[in-house]
């Protein structure tokens, strides 16, 4: 009987030890937590590039800093840089505009001596929406529905200058 007490009383001291132990490791890390919590929250982040990707994992944006100047770029949901601005050490500053096969239609800029350029790639230029327009099947020359008969108060008499 004395056997047996004396190993009840054995392992009744394992477990105060074993409670104390877990005790103490939980206020550790109770107070580690606390400690991390507490510290400000960065506001500065420093890097020379940055890569930002969607939840497949494609880069949708990127923008960095090298010896060749500093840019961004915005790309579409297969990769395919659609937007990108960017500035040369020189002073060159310009922006591009790409179509899906990320071939570039829209590219407007300045240089180091304050000229600016604008280039339109296979494009048609229409101002204020749709107009009439002899290639147009809806609106053939001088036969718009807001301007029948080719009245139109800018090329009167279908006389449209496209």
């Given at each position: 009987?004395?056997?047996?007490?004396?190993?009840?009383?054995?392992?009744?001291?394992?477990?105060?030890?074993?409670?104390?132990?877990?005790?103490?490791?939980?206020?550790?890390?109770a107070g580690a937590v606390g400690l991390g919590?507490?510290?400000?929250?960065?506001?500065d982040m420093v890097v020379n590039s940055l890569t930002i990707l969607d939840t497949?994992?494609?880069?949708r944006m990127e923008m960095g800093v090298n010896k060749d100047g500093s840019g961004l770029s915005f790309n579409d949901?297969?990769?395919?840089?659609?937007?990108?601005?960017?500035c040369s050490p020189n002073g060159d500053a310009g922006i591009a505009v790409f179509d899906s096969k990320s071939v570039p239609r829209i590219a407007m800029g300045t240089d180091s001596s304050n000229e600016a350029g604008l280039v339109l790639t296979n494009a048609e230029l229409i101002e204020g929406g749709q107009q009439d327009h002899p290639d147009h099947p809806d609106h053939p020359?001088?036969?718009?529905?807001?301007?029948?008969?080719?009245d139109h108060p800018d090329h009167p008499s279908g006389d449209h200058p496209g």
């Open positions: 009987m004395k056997n047996i007490e004396h190993r009840i009383e054995m392992l009744e001291r394992r477990c105060r030890r074993q409670q104390l132990l877990i005790g103490g490791i939980a206020m550790a890390l919590m507490s510290q400000d929250k960065p506001t497949k994992g494609t880069p949901a297969e990769g395919n840089m659609r937007i990108t601005m960017g020359k001088g036969d718009h529905p807001e301007h029948p008969g080719g």
